[in-house]
Nanobody, 124 residues
Framework: QVQLVETGGGLVQAGGSLRLSCVASGRTFTNYCMGWFRQAPGKEREPVAAISWSGGSTYYADSVKGRFTISRDNAKNTVYLQMNSLKPEDMASYYC?????????????????WGQGTQVTVSS
């Protein structure tokens, strides 16, 4: 089992920044590809970013490329999502997830562990 706890959400003005953190506990953190997903009210969950176990490969949704950066610190069992130039359309609940795969993936079905989510609100 892997437990994931996200922090760092909050209210920010458009153009501002937030950094989300996700701390993992349980099984060996380095066995997992880590991803961030988001879901806005009335919309389906969508992948935002993902990072391979080594950090050597990453994925970003087109909508966040150039604005968001995913990173991980395996010594701290933590994955981060730095979000810059936030837009109102980025407002959603953000979820951290872990997939037991050595390659980076953005397919939600491959993620077996999910956090509770943290809310990001962007005011215009």
């Amino acid at each position: 089992q892997v437990q994931l706890v996200e922090t760092g959400g909050g209210l920010v003005q458009a153009g501002g920044s937030l950094r989300l953190s996700c701390v993992a506990s349980g099984r060996t953190f380095t066995n997992y590809c880590m991803g961030w997903f988001r879901q806005a009210p009335g919309k389906e969950r969508e992948p935002v970013a993902a990072i391979s176990w080594s950090g050597g490969s990453t994925y970003y949704a087109d909508s966040v490329k150039g604005r968001f950066t995913i990173s991980r610190d395996n010594a701290k069992n933590t994955v981060y999502l730095q979000m810059n130039s936030l837009k109102p359309e980025d407002m959603a609940s953000y979820y951290c997830a872990a997939a037991e795969t050595v390659v980076v993936t953005y397919t939600a079905q491959k993620y077996g562990y999910w956090g509770q989510g943290t809310q990001v609100t962007v005011s215009s």
